[in-house]
Structures are given as C-alpha cells and as structure tokens.
C-alpha cells in the first residue's frame, strides 16, 4: 500500500470514528429519559433484535422498586451492561424521534457543536498539499497586491496636495487674467459704440438710395399692371368663348351617356334573370350535395370506429410483444450477473483457503 492509500485509510478511519461519537452522543442523551419510561422502552424494543436488553432492564427496575426513596440509577453491573448496550446499538435512538425532538437546548447545542466539529474535520482532513499551496499564492499575490495598492494611494495622496497648489496658483492667475480681459472689454465696447455710430449714417444713406430705387420700379410696375390688365380681358373674352364650345360639346356626351345608360339597364335585366335561373340550378345541386354528404359521413364514422379497433389491437400486441422481450433480456441480464457473482465468490473462497493454509504453515 503506498503512502496516499495510507494515509486515506487513516483519514477515513478518524471520521468513521467521529460519526460513531456523533451517534453514540445522541443515544446517551435519551438513554435517561428511555430508563424513566421504560414501559414504552419495552413496547418499542419487544420483538426487534434489541429485545435481548429487556431482561436485564427488567431487573433493574425490580431492583430500584425494592429500594424506596432512591431514585438515581445504582452504578452496579448490570446498570453498566445497558448502558455499554445503548452505545454500542446507538441506532435505538431513531426508533424514538420524538425524544430527539424535544431535546434540551444545552443538548442541542452540544449536538451541533458536534456536527460541526464533524464538519471541520472533514474538511481539513480531506484539503490537500496542492489546495494549500494554492490559496498560499493566492494569499501571496493578493498580499503584493495590498502593498502596490498602498503605494499607488500614497502616490495619490501627494499628487493631490500638489493639484492642490496647482490650483491655488492657477485661481491667483485667472483672476489676474480676468481684470485683463475686463479692461480689454472696457476698450472693445468704446471701439464698437464708434463703429455702430459709423454704420448707423451709412444704413441711412443706402435707405435712402433704396427709396429712391423704390420708387422708380413702382411707376415702372404701375406700367406693367396696365398692359397686363388689357391682355387679361383679351383673354378672358376667348376663354368664354372657348367654354361655350365645350359646354355644347358637354350636353352631347350627357345625350349620349344617357342612352348607354338605357341599353346598360336592359343587358343588366337580363344577367339577372339569368342569375336567378342558376341560383334555382345551384340551389337543387346543394341539396344533392347534403343528401351525399350525410350518407358519406355514416360510412366515414363507420370506416373510422373499425380503423380505430384495429390501431388499438395492433397497439396491444405490440406493448405484450415489448413487455415479453424486456422480461427475457431483464432475465438473461440476471442470470449473466449471477453466473458472475458465483465466480468471483468461488474465486475469493479459494483464494481465502490459501491464504489460510499459509498462515497455518
């Protein structure tokens, strides 16, 4: 066996014991409350592979009943007998859940500190060389990690006590460079009340340039309107001639018109008639029609009830068929199985036998 298989076995073993002291804690702590009622200890015990221990109970009672006015157990042999027989069949206590319920708080307590005692093993018993190394480095680079970052905040913090400065100097220089800016605009404002007083009589003279302009084009549009008017009217006397035209034009087509209308009405009376002498035809043709698709859904219904028979017996033989195969090859599985297990048996028999004619040699 090499050293890891040791050592697993080892490990296994410090937790099978921890879960056997788990289990033998929670029997000891109702073992006095199962002596106190132990009328109810013989109801449950009675005809189970623990009934063995009802004899020796039965004496003890006997004998507390004989001593009166004593009521703690006697530490004697027998007393030690049920209670060593208590722990080494610590499974018991499962036969009596509602004890385990009402425990006592210092019990409950007592119980989880175990567990987790329990817990805790498990976990570093079963952590290994290569997990630890891990977080080891991790703990390392995040401890390299925690002094870069002090670092950086100590940059920091001198990087801003001198923006600190920087900025007192930058607000000195600004509000110098603001009384500047003041005067500059003090000057600006001069030069642009001159330069608005200069443009001001300028606009004037063009004002009044372009009212004399003004006036010339509107005696020369005055001239326009006049001929204009004159080739307005011209116009207007050939447009009502030319609408008279069309007027006369218009009466002849609403003649027209009127006698498609006429023929349109006749040709429209006939269609009708004709319509109403198909929908006659149609109607005697749906009749027909109903009276074949009522006898075609009884054969349809007829034709789907014997369909449906036959799915459902093909279904059937089908499910028995798989239920029959699924039995044989459930039972050629078991019966290769058990041909194997009574191998491997005879196979470990013998190789007992030998190993025990060795040792007897």
């Not at 697993?8 to 002291?21: D, H, N, P, Q």
């Amino acid at each position: 066996m090499d050293k890891s298989a040791e050592r697993r076995a080892r490990l296994e073993g410090v937790e099978r014991v921890l879960k056997l002291s788990q289990e033998r804690i929670k029997i000891a702590m109702i073992i006095p409350k199962l002596l106190a009622n132990a009328d109810n200890l013989k109801s449950v015990l009675k005809n189970t592979c623990y009934e063995e221990i009802l004899g020796p109970i039965d004496k003890m009672m006997h004998h507390l009943g004989k001593q009166t006015g004593r009521s703690k157990l006697p530490h004697d042999h027998t007393t030690m007998r049920i209670v060593d027989f208590f722990l080494v069949n610590h499974q018991i206590y499962r036969f009596f859940p509602h004890l385990m319920r009402n425990l006592e708080e210092r019990d409950r307590k007592v119980l989880a500190a175990f567990h987790f005692l329990l817990e805790s093993a498990h976990t570093h018993l079963n952590r290994s060389s290569r997990s630890e190394i891990t977080k080891e480095r991790k703990l390392h680079a995040i401890y390299h990690q925690n002094v870069d970052i002090q670092k950086k905040i100590l940059e920091l913090k001198s990087s801003l006590a001198f923006q600190k400065v920087v900025g007192k100097w930058k607000t000195a220089a600004k509000g110098i460079y603001l009384m500047k800016v003041e005067d500059d605009l003090a000057n600006k404002k001069w030069q642009n009340n001159v330069a608005i007083q200069n443009e001001i009589e300028k606009c004037n003279r063009t004002m009044r340039l372009y009212h004399k302009g003004s006036t010339d084009r509107q005696k020369e549009l005055e001239e326009q309107l006049i001929a204009a008017r004159e080739a307005y009217e011209t116009m207007t006397k050939k447009n009502l001639r030319e609408e008279q035209d069309l007027r006369n034009e218009k009466n002849k087509l609403l003649l027209q018109l009127q006698s498609l209308l006429k023929k349109y009405d006749t040709t429209l009376g006939e269609k009708m008639r004709a319509n109403i002498a198909m929908e006659d035809q149609y109607l005697l043709a749906k009749k027909v029609l109903d009276d074949f698709m009522v006898q075609f859904r009884h054969e349809e219904r007829i034709y789907k009830n014997i369909v449906v028979k036959r799915e459902e017996e093909e279904r059937r033989i089908q499910q028995q068929k798989l239920v029959v195969f699924m039995m044989n090859r459930a039972a050629a599985t078991i019966q290769k199985y058990w041909r194997k297990w009574k191998k491997d048996q005879r196979k470990r028999n013998r190789r007992a036998a030998k190993g025990k004619g060795k040792k007897g040699k």
